[in-house]
């Protein structure tokens, strides 16, 4: 199919945004994940597969927008079925996807994904290269990324150029234009070359981020083994001068937060874990919802402790079905289950 006629079949998929004074563009990676009709087995012992589509940054994007947000996902798939297949979930999830591009020669990137029997998570990736990895800085839609207040992404698409510079560059037009950076690391050890590689680069791009959102596991990866408890680790080794929030998060424990004026702790909110798959995109998507709507929050402490609150409800509600983007909640769930929590 030509490049004219993917376009002309682009714009019967968009959608409007709504409302880009609270607009939320995630950039970076979405993919196919194939995870096993049976739970606790190995990948060779998996009798079948089941498909969902994945990619931490555009499960942030369906999360907002899940939640009543506005939301735009920026990042390039493969020009075939499964290409096509996650444009049209973003748009019948009301997420804008015009910023989405569709590469001809490679394919849309898959990920096997299982939870072993001993708990122990195990990946295995086909991108060789894949379409996301291969998003050009021309091909970026500036005028999307304009409009964002607030604009997130992770730390995948530093793994390669020319994705690598196409990130930067994207993160350069966002703070040009004001938009709040917001970066969540979502370390993949598997996909980088070794794990110096990885710590270099997730770093290399730590300062310009605004808000930050690790996790214990991760905490622990870039410090070198440091105790991911201890707030002096924190706040000397990944608190930087410009950051106005780092996010800890916690899993059902729920999440530590630091900024210039205050730091503290939000407990998780109890339930039955099924699957968690997604969790903590759901936790950024509540954050970053509730951000976009009130930037106040940043210096208001009991207004952060609501909307922490409110994220953690958001990733306590997604453990308890399968998949990412099936179980992202809605405002209603999140308000309910925060209800039920209180009485």
């Known amino acids: 199919m030509g490049e004219n006629a993917i376009s002309g079949n682009l714009k019967n998929l968009t959608i409007d945004t709504g409302d880009s ?21 190995s990948l060779a012992e998996a009798p079948a597969f ?13 999360g907002v927008s899940r939640l009543g947000g506005s939301s735009a996902f920026v990042g390039k798939v493969g020009d075939d079925e499964f290409g096509r297949m996650l444009a049209d979930i973003l748009r019948l999830n009301n997420v804008d996807n015009s910023g989405m591009r569709f590469d001809h020669k490679a394919r849309t990137a898959l990920a096997f994904v299982t939870l072993r029997a001993d708990g122990e998570r195990e990946f295995l990736f086909f ?31 530093l793994i390669e150029e ?31 070359p070794s794990e110096e590689a990885a710590r270099k680069e997730i770093m ?40 106005k929030l780092l996010v800890v998060s916690e899993g059902p424990n729920g999440c530590r937060y630091y900024t210039q004026e205050f ?31 009130d930037l106040t929050l940043l210096t208001d402490e009991k207004k952060l402790r609501e909307a922490l609150l409110f994220a953690n409800a958001c990733g306590a509600i997604t ?16 308000q309910d289950l925060l209800s039920s929590s209180r009485s």
């Open 50 to 62: 089941k498909k969902a589509p994945g990619g931490a940054p555009a499960n942030v994007a369906v």
């Open 204 to 243: 290399s791009i730590w300062d310009l981020a605004d808000v930050i959102k690790v996790s214990e596991d991760e905490i622990t990866f870039l410090t070198g083994g440091d105790d991911p408890y201890d707030d002096e680790v924190v706040l000397q080794k990944l608190f930087h001068p410009n950051l």
């Open 127 to 157: 991108r060789h290269p894949s379409a996301d990895m291969l998003l050009l800085e021309s091909e970026l839609d500036k005028n999307l990324i304009q409009k964002a207040k607030i604009f997130h992404y992770g730390s995948i698409s």
């Open 263 to 293: 730091k503290g702790r939000v407990g998780g909110v109890k339930v039955k874990a099924v699957d968690t798959t997604g969790a903590g995109d759901a936790f950024v998507s509540g954050l970053l919802n509730s951000l976009a709507s």
């Open 21 to 41: 004074e609270t607009l939320v563009v995630c950039f970076g990676e979405m993919l196919i994940d194939f995870v096993p009709t049976v739970g606790g087995v």
């Open 319 to 334: 453990v308890t079905e399968r998949g990412a983007i099936p179980a992202m909640p809605t405002m209603n769930a999140v």
């Open 162 to 192: 020319p994705c690598r510079s196409t990130q930067l560059a994207a993160m350069k037009i966002a703070k040009a234009s004001g938009s709040l950076l917001s970066y969540d690391p979502n370390l993949r050890l598997p996909l980088w």
